[in-house]
């Protein structure tokens, strides 16, 4: 695991996929043990095993409570600038969004918002949504659901969230 974190009593990292904080993860319960293994949720390992014995997590559900989450030192975290985590804001307030939105609820030139949706979805902050019924931009039309296939909408991964809490401490 990349970053020294301490995990509560009840989990251990899976050294076959060795998910990184971040990442998309799952767990797998060990027979005759009340330890759940934290694996990459496409980790090769899980597709020959009893769908029930899978567990949803989140990085949070895992993390000691008491343990600070140092993420400052992580290479990814140090080549974000203030735009990035303005974009990254944007899409913690308002959930799955286009860059002309962005750019305009941020001030921040649309060409740059392109670029920066791109470098964070390279750097597995944000994920491209594939062309769906969203809610249209909760928050500002309420209730109002559409489908767009002209715009690339991007939503905040998991560890997307983990980089923006940090910032925002």
Same mark, same amino acid.
């Given at each position: 695991?990349?970053?020294?974190?301490?995990?509560?009593?009840?989990?251990?990292?899976?050294?076959?996929?060795?998910?990184?904080?971040?990442?998309?993860?799952?767990?797998?319960?060990?027979?005759?043990?009340?330890?759940?293994?934290?694996?990459?949720?496409?980790?090769?390992?899980?597709?020959?095993?009893?769908?029930?014995?899978?567990?949803?997590?989140?990085?949070?559900?895992?993390?000691?409570?008491?343990?600070?989450?140092?993420?400052?030192?992580?290479?990814?975290?140090?080549?974000?600038d203030e735009i990035d985590f303005k974009v990254l804001k944007h899409?913690?307030?308002?959930?799955?969004?286009?860059?002309? =939105?962005?750019? $305009?609820?941020?001030?921040?030139?649309?060409? !740059? *918002?392109?670029?920066?949706?791109? +470098?964070? %979805?390279?750097?597995?902050?944000?994920?491209? =949504?594939?062309? $769906?019924?969203?809610?249209?931009?909760?928050? !500002? *039309?309420?209730?109002?659901?559409? +489908?767009? %296939?002209?715009?690339?909408?991007?939503?905040?991964?998991?560890?997307?969230?983990?980089?923006?809490?940090?910032?925002?401490?």
């Open positions: 695991m990349e970053n020294s974190i301490s995990l509560k009593e009840d989990f251990t990292v899976a050294k076959c996929c060795n998910p990184n904080l971040g990442d998309n993860i799952v767990g797998f319960l060990k027979y005759d043990s009340t330890i759940i293994s934290i694996h990459n949720q496409d980790c090769a390992n899980l597709k020959s095993i009893e769908a029930e014995r899978i567990v949803e997590l989140n990085w949070s559900d895992v993390i000691s409570s008491g343990d600070e989450i140092n993420i400052h030192d992580d290479p990814d975290y140090r080549q974000l899409h913690l307030d308002f959930g799955v969004d286009y860059a002309a =939105v962005v750019a $305009k609820h941020t001030h921040i030139e649309r060409a !740059v *918002v392109f670029d920066r949706h791109r +470098k964070l %979805r390279d750097l597995n902050l944000l994920v491209r =949504v594939q062309p $769906k019924m969203i809610q249209y931009r909760k928050n !500002v *039309v309420k209730g109002k659901w559409i +489908k767009h %296939r002209n715009h690339t909408y991007y939503e905040l991964t998991e560890r997307g969230k983990i980089f923006l809490d940090s910032y925002l401490r």
